[in-house]
């Protein structure tokens, strides 16, 4: 009987210990993110003949967050997602990616940089074969005013499609390049201190596929909304009743003191 007693306090222990850990961390985490609407259209600007389209419009979303419990290193995931067309003869094209791997690094109030491995897809009826791509996606969200910078560069590897293969004639490590920088002009607040913004966007856009170089326009709406950064502190030492041991605020680590 009393090994079963001493086995249900130190499991009831335990649990305590759990859930003190868990109620910790849940006060420590914090993340953010940010959503992108937005249409692009790019005119290709080589003479070139591949079967390319020479204009490519496409319309869509991409949603990005990030969580961590530090201030400055955050664990990343996003989608983006676009659907269109193309023009003179073309028809329905799509380019899709999921970024389940990621780094984010925050600066500043509300400024990210991140870094996403992922798999997606990307074609066009009639003149882009179809393929699957594995991205790799940089995205910098910059400025915590009015104005704030929005950038975005991809390069992927491409699988399924043996024409699209080293498609991009700038960058030999990759088969398509994909780039976007922009300036927002909008509104940035502070209620309840969470740092938000959103606000209207145009940028300049550039892409390589299928050995052809396009450039373009993008315009949409943006909106960021973030946790603010908690830095952690260091704990509270505190003295046991009888004043012989020195430990943190959990009661661990303890050193008896002389």
């Not at 393929?131 to 992927?156: W, Y």
């Not at 590897?157 to 030999?172: L, N, T």
């Not at 606000?199 to 390589?208: D, H, T």
Request: glycine letters at 14%; one cysteine or more; charged letters at 20%.
């Amino acid at each position: 009987m009393k090994a079963l007693i001493v086995a249900a306090i130190v499991f009831a222990s335990g649990r305590a210990e759990a859930r003190t850990d868990w109620m910790r961390i849940g006060r420590e985490v914090q993340g953010g993110a940010w959503l992108h609407y937005e249409a692009t259209i790019l005119q290709q600007i080589t003479d070139d003949t591949a079967p390319v389209p020479d204009q490519l419009i496409l319309a869509g979303v991409r949603l990005h967050g990030f969580l961590s419990t530090s201030a400055s290193v955050a664990y990343h995931i996003g989608m983006d997602l676009a659907a269109g067309g193309t023009l003179h003869g073309g028809g329905f094209a799509y380019d899709v990616a999921l970024f389940p791997i990621g780094v984010g690094v925050r600066f500043g109030r509300t400024s990210i940089a991140t870094v996403g491995l992922g798999v997606g897809a990307i074609g066009a009826t009639g003149t882009l074969d179809d393929a699957v791509t594995l991205p790799l996606e940089v995205n910098l969200e910059m400025g915590s005013g009015r104005l704030r910078l929005l950038a975005r560069g991809r390069a992927a590897y491409v699988a399924g499609a043996a024409s699209r293969h080293d498609g991009a004639p700038s960058a030999p490590f990759a088969d398509e390049l994909d780039a976007t920088i922009g300036l927002r002009v909008g509104h940035h607040y502070e209620e309840y201190d969470f740092p938000t913004g959103n606000g209207y966007f145009v940028g300049a856009s550039y892409r390589e596929l299928a050995g052809a170089k396009f450039v373009g326009l993008t315009i949409g709406y943006s909106i960021d909304l973030a946790q603010p950064r908690r830095f952690r502190q260091p704990e509270p030492e505190v003295i046991d009743n009888r004043g012989e041991r020195r430990c943190d605020a959990r009661g661990r680590n303890c050193v008896r003191l002389l």
